[in-house]
């Protein structure tokens, strides 16, 4: 796997257990997000048994699991709860619940706790300079800025991250993570402004290798493709 050369933390998304264990064995990545609806997708059941599972096997960096209650005083149990389980836990917590209420006071209390955060589901910088604001004392937190569903609605990502990433220097031990990426390039942007962590999934963090590929190689490996590929499945004209 290349990308050697990069300054930014890569972070791992997802909700394979063997993904996880594979991009574990790779030193590069240096810590694991994954979320409810990724779960979901991955077939989870049981969260806790699924999130214990993982921290059995992976002690030494970071790995955020979400709260998924809506009401705060819910949200602040399973968090505590959460937190119990390893100390390299990170506790994501949506920034607003599904009636759009600011969790600033949760994040208050969780943070003067000694919660590590993830502060998921940003899209603006009202909202980052809000997280800011509401977070106490210097407990490790992660700023989630979700780059990819920007640049979704056709808005350019860039300016917004490097806004942010001003805003969270303001805070110690507050670190910038660019979330939902689309593509490889993505981490190069990413690189690029000073970002502290990306998350990626699996299928774009394999990609690494193509890090500096020559092109007329890359070129030449893409027509062999199609022509296997057509020869295989015996295609005439």
Not at 46 to 67: C, M, P, Q
Not at 94 to 112: D, H
Not at 154 to 170: F, H, Q, S, Y
Request: charged share 25%; aromatic share 8%; with cysteine.
């Amino acid at each position: 796997m290349n990308g050697t050369k990069l300054k930014i933390q890569l972070f791992a998304d997802g909700a394979n257990k063997q993904d996880i264990l594979e991009l574990y064995k790779n030193p590069m990545i240096k810590g694991f997000t994954t979320n409810p609806t990724l779960m979901k997708k991955a077939g989870v059941t049981d969260y806790k048994a699924f999130a214990l599972d993982i921290l059995g096997e992976i002690k030494d960096r970071g790995i955020s699991f979400e709260v998924f209650a809506d009401d705060f005083e819910d949200m602040k149990r399973q968090a505590l709860e959460i937190k119990s389980w390893a100390e390299n836990v990170y506790v994501k917590i949506p920034v607003t619940n599904t009636k759009q209420e600011f969790c600033g006071p949760l994040l208050s209390e969780l943070s003067e706790q000694g919660v590590k955060l993830n502060v998921t589901a940003i899209f603006t910088l009202q909202q980052v300079r809000d997280v800011v604001a509401s977070l106490k004392g210097d407990t490790p937190a992660i700023i989630s800025v979700f780059a990819g569903r920007i640049a979704d609605t056709g808005a350019d990502p860039v300016p917004v991250m490097r806004a942010a990433l001003e805003l969270c220097k303001i805070r110690p031990n507050t670190e910038l993570l660019w979330a939902s990426t689309r593509e490889l390039f993505n981490v190069v942007e990413a690189d690029r402004i000073g970002c502290d962590i990306i998350t990626a999934t699996p299928d774009i963090l394999n990609k690494l290798k193509n890090l500096d590929k020559d092109l007329d190689v890359f070129s030449l490996e893409t027509v062999k493709m199609f022509y296997e590929d057509a020869t295989k499945a015996g295609f005439k004209i």
